[in-house]
Structure formats: structure tokens, C-alpha cells
């Protein structure tokens, strides 16, 4: 069964300062990985991806996630925070095979000016 | 504007009441899937629909139904068999899966409450 986990529940820094939001998977097979955010009383927005290729995946806002097969982790990274950045972060998997994402309990990411 | 709408905003339920959130689409994609958001707990997958006239059960599918008669069409119905319905409720569409632009697009959500 795929499964993903965030360990934090909620990650602050200051303004300016790089970003790190974790997140680990669970397959059978190789993964299809997905990090969404989500603005306050908002639907979710699609932030990138890992289908297959280069382990440094770039998506929107600036924000970047590094794909590491042998730790089984998909972090969410940045390398300058801002405080419009604060939101709610989503890590989802989808193994091969399976029809909808799994999605992680999220974390809550505070930028102070 | 193409994107997913969903409605209302938020709605009340009655004990014993069934309820159905509304979902259209038109953004011509063939997958739909509802979502059921609560604190601390993420998103956990209630339903989902691949082509119109089917419809696959996702992990908490006790106490709802759903329908797609139309592509651009898919309701949740929040049945009085669900116990603990209060929760953020979303829909979201995908066009293309494993390929370049997989990716799911998300309604804005409705809030269910009990009375």
C-alpha cells in the first residue's frame, strides 16, 4: 500500500532564510511524488513533481524538492523564504499501478517578517 | 474561466439528513475524485471517477454516494449512515496520468457542519 509521511506539523523561519518541509514515502514499485499547497479557505494548488529523470525537481513560486530514492524522502525546499510563502504543504505519492494520490497530513508553514 | 466549481460554500446538516455537494468541471478531464479534509489528518480519499457511469470507492467511502452520469458532473452525497460529517470537503479533476502534466486540479471546497 503506498503511504507518505510529514514528520512536522508545522515549520517556522524567518523571512530570507532557506526552507526545508520534509516528507517520506512508502511504495511498491517506483513513486510518483507531489507536493500542493494550500492558502487559507482555499482548494489545493499543484506546486511539482517527480514522475522520473533529475532528482531536483523545480516548480512554482521558486520552490524545489529533492528526490532521494535511497532514504525514500521527497523534501520541499526554498531557498528564500517570504512571508507569502506561509500555507498549508501537501506531500502526496501515487505508486504505479494506483489510480489516486495518497496525500500526507500536511505542514503547516509559518514565514515571520 | 476553466476550472472546477464547487457549491455551496458551506452547508448545514440536519441529524438524519442527507446532503449533496455539488461538482462541475469544465476543464474536459476525464478524472474526478472527492477529498475529505480534517485537522491534523490531511487529505483522505472518499471516491474517485476514471470515465463517466463508473466509480471506484476510496478509503472512507462508508456513509457517502456519488453518480457521474456526466463527464463534467460529479456529485457527493453525504448520507445519515455517515456518523462524523463535519469536515472540509473537496473535489478535484486530472487529465493525464503518469505523463508530463499529471496533476490534480482542486475546487475551492465546502464546508460541512452539523447542527
Known amino acids: 500500500a503506498q503511504s507518505v509521511a510529514q514528520p512536522e506539523d508545522q515549520v517556522n523561519v524567518a523571512e530570507g532564510n532557506p526552507l526545508t518541509v520534509k516528507c517520506t514515502y512508502s511504495?511498491?514499485?517506483?513513486?510518483?511524488l507531489f507536493w500542493y499547497v494550500q492558502y487559507p479557505n482555499r482548494g489545493l494548488q499543484f506546486l511539482l513533481k517527480y514522475i522520473t529523470g533529475d532528482n531536483l525537481v523545480k516548480g512554482s513560486y521558486g520552490f524545489e524538492a529533492e528526490f532521494n530514492k535511497s532514504q525514500t524522502s521527497f523534501h520541499l525546499k526554498k531557498p528564500s523564504a517570504l512571508v507569502s510563502d506561509s500555507a498549508l504543504y501537501f506531500c502526496a505519492v501515487r505508486e504505479a499501478g494506483r489510480r489516486a494520490l495518497t496525500f500526507g497530513s500536511g505542514t503547516r508553514l509559518q514565514v515571520q517578517p | 474561466d476553466g476550472g472546477i466549481t464547487q457549491s455551496p460554500k458551506y452547508l448545514f446538516r440536519k441529524e438524519g439528513q442527507n446532503v449533496t455537494l455539488s461538482c462541475e468541471q469544465n476543464?474536459?478531464?476525464?478524472?474526478m475524485y472527492w477529498y475529505r479534509q480534517d485537522p491534523g489528518q490531511g487529505l483522505r480519499l472518499i471516491y474517485y471517477s476514471q470515465i463517466v457511469n463508473d466509480f471506484q470507492k476510496g478509503d472512507i467511502a462508508e456513509g457517502y454516494s456519488v453518480s457521474r452520469e456526466k463527464k463534467e458532473s460529479f456529485p457527493l452525497t453525504v448520507t445519515s449512515a455517515q456518523k462524523n460529517p463535519t469536515a472540509f470537503y473537496l473535489c478535484a479533476s486530472s487529465a493525464e496520468e503518469g505523463g508530463t502534466n499529471e496533476k490534480l486540479f482542486f475546487g475551492s471546497g465546502t464546508q460541512l457542519s452539523v447542527l
Open positions: 476543464l474536459n478531464h476525464d478524472a
Open positions: 511504495v511498491s514499485g517506483n513513486p510518483y
